[in-house]
């Protein structure tokens, strides 16, 4: 290997010296740092861009926003949470945010700074806090493999833990863990305070015997795991999740007064309406269709999406923006919403309501006769809805079965909007974004707030015309910011990495199912895959395959395009009620156009990049909350019924067992290779498989089988299953991943531990 200490300047050096600088310097690891660095200039710098992509496919860097970095590795601004502390007293931290197959997280030493004259102002972060870090290599190959200095402390004090109270007989209690991954504790009968059996509480940990239970003491009470919403009550504080408004965000909340007409136009006699779910409480885009007059543009048509105007509210630097910062998003539970703004904000001032003047930005878009859009403009408004619709009432007026709101609704203002939506179809048709076929269930919640029943809701066309004048609507915000080279946060969804767009090609091969080699992959490359699949046994199967081989979308300044929807510049601007992301978007449109108040301020607009990294990892914490109070919920519906036996789906495939959801409950469980049988199980990483070696009987991804529930952990979330099907035959198991096979006696996984999901 060369030494990556010398540089030969205006030559592209070999790769290995290459990746180890992009190792020792990820905060110069963008092809521009990399340039300089090596004193790359003209032919070179395209011989440069020529090398990164090649390492880029052999899975040996990877992007990182715009910079480049070693698989595995944190990229240069990071979230993290302090965990604990060196032998040496020094704080460690872990990243906030980990993929379940990525490994152990890496552990990060947090700089502590002993220059008092430096200019540059480190927070002093302590245990338990979750900060946003700028990350170093550690030079000390004693250490952990990071140092991190200290750009922002996020949230302070995430060290106690959460538990349900379990009382003893001989006095005192125990703390059960919720996580998983926790460890049981003891609480004695002085650090009790008013807890009571069966209550969730938070504790703070004390110092551990050196034999026996780490001992705790309750900090306070959240309430009974027995009461209605104990469920999300309990993601959201394992979680870390916001929501208790501070009392100066709810006065400020409070004192806002509605909006002027100052620099506006007024457009309340638009009959714009809102097409949201009929249990919808906050309204924030409302939609209208017409021809467009012009001789110019025959048979075409003009699309208003109107959305909310919250920068005119919550302003950068106040105590709500800083709280709408701090939670990142709204969080949607099946029994409550954690909401990024206050009530008198998100249901009243900013919601669109039916018949009231409510501010608003504009955007009108022409498109043509064949969906291609013809041009847009951006206007700042006042509005007032004409109607407020729910998407059923919407579909059943077109439909032909219209009731006493609607009807009057339909020939001005519903058939003009599906009308523009099959011209505005004719162009995501030709477009072809990927169309994975991944119905989402719905929990239904009595009214103590256990489950009733899973569901799955119809997809309306109402759905789909909302979704794509919204999709229209976020390109419309991208392309008027980059004309006016005005600074933005995108959203952004890179193409599949080579190395997973290899373990789909090999699974499908053993369906018989090509896939190209090499060349740009597009969205509508997966498409034909899944045509290829559809009404065949393999349809869910692949249609699982295809979702884990894409990339996760982030928001970055940086535009990497979106190759889901298939679109070069988007941006989310629809949704600044409950998307901070999409109120950066507000502020930019306003400071681009001069138009007026609320704008984006030159210093956040310098912050782009960490606000980016921050509301990316809310929203990833969001998701998690979610799907584990999903978990939680079945689990504890489940709880009853252990013994019994299920109808289900093979959804995953280790070497240390089966998952399998229950597709009737939308839940996933796991079946330990240990419980599968005698046999010698091999697993086949290209057919996502476990094989028997002996009998060469298997279970692959997909599979339909029954299984029997052996135990349901409510407060984890986690259940365990019993496989009651035979296996099928598969023949040999390919063993050119994993040549480790797992035999009946085999330790097994902890049960109810999820795959990685993409999205």
Known sequence: MGDPNVIVHGVVPPRDILLQ?????????????????????????????????????????????????????????????????????????????????????????????????????????????????????????????YTARVVKIIDK??????????????????????????????????????????????????????????RAKVLSVIGSVA?????????????????????????????????????????????????????????????????????????????????????????????????????????????????????????NLCSLREGEDRPALAVRMVFSKDGKKAGHTFHRIMMKSAAKLSYNQAQAAIDGKPDDKSGPLLDPILKPLWHAYAIMKRGRDRRQPLELDMPERKILLKPDGTVDKVVIPERLDAHKLIEEMMIQANVAAAETLEKQRQPLIYRVHDAPSLAKQEVLREFLATLGIPMAKGGQVRANSFNGILAKAEDTPHQVMVNEMVLRSQSQAVYSPDNLGHFGLNLMKYAHFTSPIRRYADLIVHRALVRALGLGEGGLSPEEETQLDDIAAEISTFERRAMAAERDTINRLIAHHLAERVGQEFEGRVSGVTKAGLFVTLPTYGADGFVPVSTLGSDYFVYDEARQALIGERHGLGYQLGDSVDVRLAEAIPLAGALRFEMLSEGQKMGVATRSFHKSGRRSRSAPKRPGTRPPRRN
Do not use: C
């Not at 032919?43 to 910079?67: I, M």
């Open 21 to 145: 600088f992009i190792s020792d310097n990820p905060d110069r690891a963008s092809k521009r740092e990399i340039a300089k660095a090596f004193g790359l200039k003209g032919d070179t710098r395209v011989e440069l861009k020529d090398v990164l992509r090649d390492l880029e496919d052999e899975g040996l860097l990877q992007k990182s926003r715009k910079a480049l970095m070693r698989p595995g590795g944190l990229p240069p601004m990071t979230v993290l949470d302090i965990t604990t502390r060196s032998k040496d007293g020094e704080l460690i931290a872990r990243p906030a945010e980990w993929p379940d197959d990525g490994g152990v997280a890496p552990a990060v030493l947090i700089r502590q700074s002993s220059d008092n004259r430096s200019k540059s102002k480190t927070p002093a972060a302590g245990l338990g806090d979750r900060v946003l870090a700028k990350i170093f290599p550690n030079k000390d190959r004693s250490g952990p493999a």
């Open 227 to 347: 009461s209605e919403k104990a469920i999300s009550m309990i993601a959201i504080y394992s979680h870390g999740i916001p929501h208790v408004f501070p009392k100066q965000v709810l006065d400020e909340a409070g004192d806002a007064k509605p909006a002027s007409m100052t620099k506006r136009e007024d457009w309340r006699h638009v009959p714009l309406v809102t097409i949201d779910p009929a249990d919808a409480k906050d309204h924030d885009d409302a939609v209208y269709a017409e021809p467009d007059p012009s001789p110019d543009n025959p048979d075409g048509v003009i699309v208003t999406v109107a959305i909310a105007d919250v920068s005119y509210y919550v302003r950068t630097g106040s105590p709500l923006d800083r709280e709408a910062l701090k939670r990142g998003n709204s969080v949607y539970f099946p029994d409550r919403v954690v909401p990024m703004l206050p009530e008198r904000i998100s249901n």
């Open 157 to 214: 004090h995430r060290n106690a833990s959460l538990g349900v109270i379990r009382m003893m007989p001989e006095g005192g209690a125990r703390l059960m863990p919720i996580d998983r991954r926790g460890e049981e504790m003891q609480i004695s009968a002085s650090d009790l305070g008013d807890a009571k059996d069966g209550d969730l509480i938070e504790a703070d940990v004390l110092r551990g015997n050196r034999f026996g239970l780490t």
